[in-house]
Each structure stands twice: as C-alpha cells, then as structure tokens.
C-alpha cells in the first residue's frame, strides 16, 4: 500500500514516471529483484568470509586480514588467545565496502544503459514513441520520466544493497561525509550515462535489437579497462587521464586511504592519481578536488547530451546539436583535454618537448574521434538539404540575416562544410599557442605540420559525410559511416600489408588520419605536395556537393516553370 502511494504521488509530479513505475513495480518483479540483492550480498559475505585466517596446527598462518608486522609482503597471524586470530576488521571491511562499490558501478552503469536503450527500441518498435512525442508534455518531462522510470527495479535493488554498503563503510573507519561525496559522484555518473544512453537509442533505432547490447556492451567495456588502469597503472601524464574521470571507481582509493584499490598498497605505487594536474592545479590532491571535478566533467557531458536529446526528441530527423552550440562544445573539449597535455611524461631517451609532441599526437586523434561526432551530429540529410537548397530563396529575411555565409555558419539546415571548418579553426587556434611555446624548437615544425593536415583531412571527410547524405539511396547514413571508415583506416591498413612502414615510406603516410606518426622521416617537399594534394582535393568535392545541391535546388523551379502544379516527390 505504501508502495503504491509513493507510485501515485510520483505520477501526480511526472506523469511518464508513474507510466514507467507502475509498468514494472509488479508483485513477482519486486520480489524477485529483491531476492537477487539480498542473495547477491550474503554470497559476498560469504566469499569474504572464506578469506579470513583458519588455525592449521602449530604452523605459522599468514594473512591479509592479520595484525602481525608486515614481512616480505605476508603478515603473520597473532593468536587472540580464544584459539583464532586477531582480525585487522577495518581493512576486510574496506574491502566488503570497495567491492559492494565496484559492483553496484558496474551495475548501475552497465545494467541501467541496456535498459533504457531497450525501452527506447521497443516503444519505437511499437510506435507509442511517436505517441508521446505528440502528448502535451515537454521533452524534458518524458525523458526525465525515463530516467527515473525505466531503471526502477535496478534502483529498487541497489537501495536494498544500501544497508550493508553503509555499514561497510563505517566498519571501514570511512568518513560519512566523503561517503556522500561518493554517492554524488554516483549519481552525476548514472546522469550522465543514463543521458548518453537515451540519445544513442533515439539516433541509433537502425540497429534494432543489437543497440541496446552494442550500447552497455561499449560501457561495459569502457569500465572494465579504466578500472585495471585505475588500479594497477595510475596516473600517465598523457590526455587519456582525462578518459578515467569518466569512472566513478576514481574516487574510491581517496576513501580507503590508499593509491589503489586495494588498501595494503598504501606505498607500493607512486604514479597514482593522487599526482593528477591540470593546467598545473593539483586536482588529483585530495578527495574533495577529485571528485569535484569528476562531478564538473560529467555535469558539462550530462549538458551537451541534454541538447541533443531536447533537440531530436521531437524531432528526429534534426541535427543532434545547431552550429552555434558545436563552436562551444569544441572550444569547451579543447580547453579540458590541453589541460591534461602540459605534463608529459618525461622519459630518459627523451626530454620534456618530446613528451609535449607525444602529447600533441595523442590530441590530433581525440581532434579526429571528436570532429568525426561532429560531422555526425551537424551534417543533415539528403531532404532537409533538398528544402534548404529550394527554399531558402523564398526567405524574405534570408538577405537580413546575412546571407548564404551567415546560413553556412549559424543556419541549422545548411550544409555541415562550413561549421566544420570553423571548428578546426577554433581548435587548432587554441593548440597553437601551445605548440609555439615549447620550449626546444625541432619538434615544433612537425607538430605545426601536423596541425594543418589534420585540419585537411578532417575537412575531406566533412566533405564526403556530406556527399553521402545527399545521396538518393535508403542507407546514406550507413554508406556515409561505411566510406569515412574506410578512408580512415584501410591506407594503414594496406600500408601495414605492403610493409610500407611510416619511417620507409613516409609521403604516402602523409595522406592518411596517421599522418602524424611520418612527419619525422618526411621532407618538406612531401609535406608541401601532400598540402597541395589534400586541398586540391578539398576544392574539388566541395564542388560537387555545390553542384549536387543546385541541382536539388533547381529541380523545383524547372518543374513550376513546366507547369506542374504539384511538386515532384523526392526520395528520403
């Protein structure tokens, strides 16, 4: 009866969550939900249990969980006097607490996005998504209602799991304060995941059943490799730091005490992410530093994920973001990854201006996995082009707005060339002060030299995304994705199959998303001519996206001028 006072008080406040909640709350459902974390809790009790010292005769026991003084990395059992050991409690229930945590993660984040990714797939399956797209209520009401809604039997049987996991920590001497500083981190991290997982299932509906496992599948993934980095490696000094901030389990060693999960290597590890800089600020100091910007990274995530949802919700055929928000959301990136780039990691055979030009690679392929969601998201399709093309002329305040320029930069329907350029304008704008105060002068021609083909072949892929999406084919955005890929990784591909090695033969390496790893070993006549080449190339499809589109918008004035009435129906 309760439960079903609380369903109904949630309904009154967001109709959608009552839809949700009262869909799954059903008697065998809760009780078998229940019933799993209970079991699953006892059989990790159990499992700890096992591990604590058992008495073998007069033979001297070591172990984790013992008092006795550490030597050569075993501790030797003390007897209580009662016929057992003296127990270290605190540290086997810092354990009991790290692994309740790291499971609930895991569940949290893995169970939750396959969950909503499915939702979303079987309400568009069943077409009672275009249903709630035309009920009154806003976006943010349905998408939220989905968030709190959908996952409800999984928040069900994590709060039952609460219990023990705050008596783990209080028996683990953890602080309650830095407990719910966790618990922030915990949620901020299902917010954000949660939100990228509703996009996905709103723009990725052409995998069918496969997106919901493709979607938790890269989760999953994604947790599991920045977990064993977390634990085993720590800090690097390179931008993939960056990536780890993305994982709640960051956070976990600073409640522990400890530079890795496991709260007996207190100082085997100096390279922990406690040494964590950026832009020089010691975030990596304490646990309140920590976590307040993990908390900043996933509230700014959870931000541009907010857009694209409010934007392609109701309409789905819209661009994920407009141009405007892609300027600030590569200005934003760009200023958080360089931050991670100062600090190389200095190695003997190298020095410090080696480490910043490692670092500057490693930013021009974050540049490349970033500019390429870019063209996905800003690039529009084959009739919202045809429309534009067409119609824009008819625009009384075309001209007052500024024109084809201004429609080419601020413009939600125009094509994505433009804006993508300004993009690579604004982030190579931002690196190059950067790279110009090195402080040793041979790395520098390159990395310039990097910067401006990277930018090239950022702007030839725009140009051919583009190319695709005006196609008159069912699958342009699968022959879009098709041919950029290609482009992107069968030159290396076949170089690698051709022994064509980058320091062999480096000016074919200069026309690949590699070229970077040739710059040393090519000379400057070969970099020019790649230059040379790259634009040549850019000028030439750019002409033939601008002839395809006049052709699109010529089609409807030919017909108006042969008398038809009605205008020609266009494929989609």
């Given at each position: 009866m309760a439960l079903n006072n609380l369903v109904n008080q949630l309904g009154e406040l967001n109709p959608q969550v009552f839809r949700e909640v009262k869909g799954r709350f059903k008697q065998r459902n809760v009780l078998i939900t229940v019933a799993i974390s209970l079991v699953s809790q006892l059989m990790l009790l159990?499992?700890?249990?096992?591990?604590?010292?058992?008495?073998?005769?007069?033979?001297?026991?070591?172990?984790?969980?013992?008092?006795?003084?550490?030597?050569?990395?075993?501790?030797?059992?003390?007897?209580?006097?009662?016929?057992?050991?003296?127990?270290?409690?605190?540290l086997w229930w810092q354990d009991v607490f790290v692994w309740l945590s790291i499971i609930g993660i895991f569940s949290l984040l893995v169970v939750g996005t396959y969950m909503l990714i499915s939702d979303l797939s079987k309400e568009e399956s069943r077409g009672t998504l275009n249903f709630l797209r035309l009920t009154p209520q806003s976006s943010r009401s349905i998408l939220g209602g989905k968030l709190l809604g959908v996952p409800a039997l999984l928040y069900l049987a994590v709060g039952f799991a609460l219990p023990l996991h705050f008596c783990a920590a209080i028996a683990g001497q953890i602080h309650l304060i830095e407990l719910l500083g966790f618990y922030t981190v915990l949620a901020t991290s299902c917010l954000f995941c949660y939100s990228m997982a509703l996009l996905f299932g709103l723009v990725g509906r052409s995998l069918g059943g496969f997106q919901a496992w493709l979607g938790s599948g890269a989760v999953l993934i994604f947790l599991w490799i920045t977990t064993m980095v977390i634990h085993d490696s720590g800090v690097s000094n390179y931008p993939t730091d960056w990536l780890t901030l993305f994982n709640p389990t960051i956070v976990l060693p600073y409640l522990i005490d400890s530079n890795s999960f496991d709260a007996g290597r207190i100082h085997t590890y100096h390279r922990s992410f406690q040494d964590l800089r950026w832009f020089g600020i010691h975030i990596g100091a304490s646990f309140w530093s920590m976590a307040g910007f993990v908390v900043l990274n996933y509230g700014v995530g959870s931000y541009w994920f907010g857009q694209g949802l409010n934007r392609c919700f109701h309409n789905p055929k819209a661009t994920l973001i407009n141009k405007q928000q892609s300027y600030w959301l590569t200005a934003s990136l760009q200023a958080v990854i360089l931050g991670f780039a100062l600090n190389p990691q200095v190695k003997n055979w190298g020095g410090y201006t080696h480490g910043l030009e490692e670092n500057s690679e490693m930013l021009l392929v974050f540049n490349l996995v970033l500019f390429l969601a870019l063209i996905a998201a800003l690039s529009p399709h084959r009739q919202t082009?045809?429309?534009?093309?067409?119609?824009?002329?008819?625009d009384r305040t075309f001209r007052k707005k500024g024109g084809l320029i201004a429609d080419l930069i601020w413009g939600d329907k125009s094509p994505a060339v433009v804006a993508v350029a300004i993009n690579c304008a604004i982030a190579s704008a931002m690196l190059l002060p950067w790279i110009l105060l090195w402080p040793a002068n041979e790395y520098k021609i390159p990395a310039l030299f990097a910067l401006l083909l990277n930018s090239s072949i950022i702007m030839i892929y725009a140009t051919v995304a583009q190319l695709m999406l005006l196609m008159k084919t069912q699958k342009r955005a699968a022959g879009a994705v098709i041919t950029v890929g290609g482009l992107i990784l069968l030159p290396p591909i076949l170089f690698s199959i051709g022994s064509m090695h980058p320091y062999e033969t480096p000016a074919l390496w200069l026309f690949s998303a590699f070229h970077w790893t040739s710059l040393q070993h090519a000379t400057a006549t070969s970099v020019f001519l790649a230059i040379i080449a790259q634009s040549l190339a850019l000028t030439l499809l750019n002409v033939q996206l601008g002839r395809q589109l006049r052709q699109a918008g010529e089609s409807t004035t030919k017909a108006l001028l042969s008398g038809k009435t009605q205008l020609p129906v266009t494929a989609d």
């Open positions: 159990i499992g700890f249990a096992t591990q604590l010292p058992v008495a073998d005769g007069d033979r001297t026991i070591y172990n984790r969980y013992c008092t006795g003084v550490k030597y050569d990395y075993q501790i030797p059992c003390l007897p209580d006097g009662l016929g057992g050991f003296e127990i270290n409690w605190p082009l045809q429309d534009w093309a067409r119609y824009r002329h008819q």
